[in-house]
């Protein structure tokens, strides 16, 4: 899926289910992350309209997930909790480059395209190995959505730069992704 190139362990489904009120909450704030990524790339490009539209689209989703979330831990008597330090997140930042203003923009389309595609993954396991059948349909939902994310991340990367430079840099992210993602699995968070 998205060319990844180690898949999630569907065992790490089975620690998720073991702990849903800690996995809520920390997707939860994923979801929070990933709107204010979205608002963070619309500051960097004013000049591009079209892709600001998007951008918003994508962060009014991300809130709009964040809400189905918190409403779900409601509704279980669970608590939402303090953000979590999401360190698959800051080890996959590390690889950004830090150069000029195109390539860190097309890096950070990038850096967002790969956390979607990770999610994307990891929603479909919870869907295809959780008992949890309201959460199974929530997941295959969301899942969907992602990968719509991941889509459109990728082609702003490709409409702001080189496609075939912007190809190549997608490799090395996967290659990067793939090491990283190695240390990870064991534990009840989206990434963790």
């Given at each position: 899926m998205f060319k990844l190139k180690l898949p999630?362990?569907?065992?790490?489904?089975?620690?998720?289910?073991?702990?849903?009120?800690?996995?809520?909450?920390?997707?939860?704030?994923?979801?929070?992350?990933?709107?204010?990524?979205?608002?963070?790339?619309?500051?960097?490009?004013?000049?591009?309209?079209?892709?600001?539209?998007?951008?918003?689209?994508?962060?009014?989703?991300?809130?709009?997930?964040f809400g189905q979330v918190h409403e779900i831990?409601?509704?279980?008597?669970?608590?939402?909790?303090?953000?979590?330090?999401?360190?698959?997140?800051?080890?996959?930042?590390k690889f950004m480059i830090q150069g000029s203003?195109?390539?860190?923009?097309?890096?950070?389309?990038?850096?967002?395209?790969?956390?979607?595609?990770?999610?994307?993954?990891?929603?479909?396991?919870?869907?295809?190995?959780?008992?949890?059948?309201?959460?199974?349909?929530?997941?295959?939902?969301?899942?969907?959505?992602?990968?719509?994310?991941?889509?459109?991340?990728?082609?702003?990367?490709?409409?702001?730069?080189?496609?075939?430079?912007?190809?190549?840099?997608?490799?090395?992210?996967?290659?990067?992704?793939?090491?990283?993602?190695?240390?990870?699995?064991?534990?009840?968070?989206?990434?963790?």
């Amino acid at each position: 899926m998205f060319k990844l190139k180690l898949p999630t362990d569907p065992r790490w489904a089975n620690i998720a289910e073991g702990n849903l009120s800690e996995i809520l909450t920390d997707h939860a704030w994923c979801e929070q992350k990933a709107a204010t990524n979205s608002i963070t790339l619309i500051t960097l490009l004013p000049e591009y309209p079209e892709i600001v539209t998007e951008l918003l689209k994508i962060a009014q989703e991300e809130l709009d997930h964040f809400g189905q979330v918190h409403e779900i831990i409601k509704a279980r008597g669970y608590e939402l909790g303090r953000p979590r330090k999401d360190d698959y997140v800051n080890d996959l930042a590390k690889f950004m480059i830090q150069g000029s203003r195109e390539d860190l923009i097309i890096d950070k389309m990038l850096f967002a395209a790969m956390i979607e595609a990770r999610s994307c993954e990891r929603f479909k396991v919870l869907t295809e190995n959780i008992k949890d059948e309201e959460l199974k349909i929530f997941y295959r939902e969301l899942m969907i959505s992602e990968a719509g994310h991941y889509t459109t991340f990728i082609g702003f990367a490709r409409q702001l730069g080189n496609e075939e430079k912007v190809n190549k840099r997608w490799e090395e992210w996967l290659e990067y992704e793939a090491k990283v993602i190695q240390g990870y699995g064991k534990k009840e968070t989206i990434h963790g």
